[in-house]
């Protein structure tokens, strides 16, 4: 069964950095891009952005709202990815969700989430 | 890149069809076949209905089907129940080697 699960979120200040982690298990973690999507509170969903597999020399792409500021990496062997998000804004506020495209073109796997909250 | 347009609100009876619709460009919906549709309800995560315009994942119902014309895609639910009460999403892949939403439309089931 495949599962992902999102942890790291919490309360941090304008202009801080807080590290998400997605915990992978039942695919092969190695195979897969990694991708993560946010939500604010009663808004819609915002692609991130997302950080392909080795054989893809691990490339990354990022939303335009955080380039610059996010850096995806991860560890296969931990079957782990993480989220770090620097220079974080109030509009960075959101619960962030890492997610898989696994049998088509669409992201059919979800983790539950975590929540940032960027607040002084 | 800019969201993908989407109807705020639709609503529907118990058993009569709803469409909603997902605009976009020719360098995002018009341009692949990589259109998916997913549904949220409240405090949920997204769930994939749709994939690659009109493919359904197995287990979900044969209630809800998709299709694409031009730049414009659609999301099609008949028969429609309670349970469908959610947010739909629309998210396309694009010429940016990016992913996009579209904002999100509320469906009610009156």
């Known amino acids: 069964e495949v599962q992902l699960v999102e942890s790291g979120g919490g309360l941090v200040q304008p202009g801080g950095s807080l590290k998400l982690s997605c915990a992978a298990s039942?695919?092969?973690?190695?195979?897969?891009?990694m991708h993560w999507v946010r939500q604010a509170s009663g808004k819609g969903l915002e692609w991130v952005g997302r950080i392909r597999s080795r054989s893809n020399n691990y490339a990354t792409a990022y939303a335009a709202s955080v380039r610059g500021r996010f850096t995806f990496s991860r560890d296969d062997s931990k079957k782990t990815a993480y989220l770090q998000m620097n220079g974080l804004k109030t509009e960075d506020t959101a619960v962030y969700y890492c997610?898989?495209?696994?049998?088509?073109?669409?992201?059919?796997?979800w983790g539950p989430g975590t929540l940032v909250t960027v607040s002084s | 890149q800019s969201a993908l347009t989407q109807p705020a609100s639709v609503s529907g009876s118990p058993g009569q069809s709803i469409t909603i619709s997902c605009t976009g460009t020719?360098?995002?919906?018009?341009?692949?076949?990589?259109v998916s549709w997913y549904q949220q309800h409240s405090g949920k995560a997204p769930k994939l209905i749709i994939s690659?315009?009109?493919n359904r994942p197995s287990g979900v119902s044969d209630r809800f089907s998709g299709s694409k014309s031009g730049n414009t895609a659609s999301l099609t639910i008949s028969g429609l129940q309670a349970e469908d009460e959610a947010d739909y999403y629309c998210n396309s892949y694009t010429s940016s080697n990016s992913w996009v939403f579209g904002g999100g439309t509320k469906l009610t089931v009156l």
């Open positions: 020719s360098s995002d919906v018009g341009g692949y076949v990589y």
């Open positions: 997610t898989i495209m696994r049998a088509s073109v669409g992201f059919d796997f």
């Open positions: 690659e315009v009109s």
């Open positions: 039942g695919f092969t973690f190695s195979d897969s891009a």
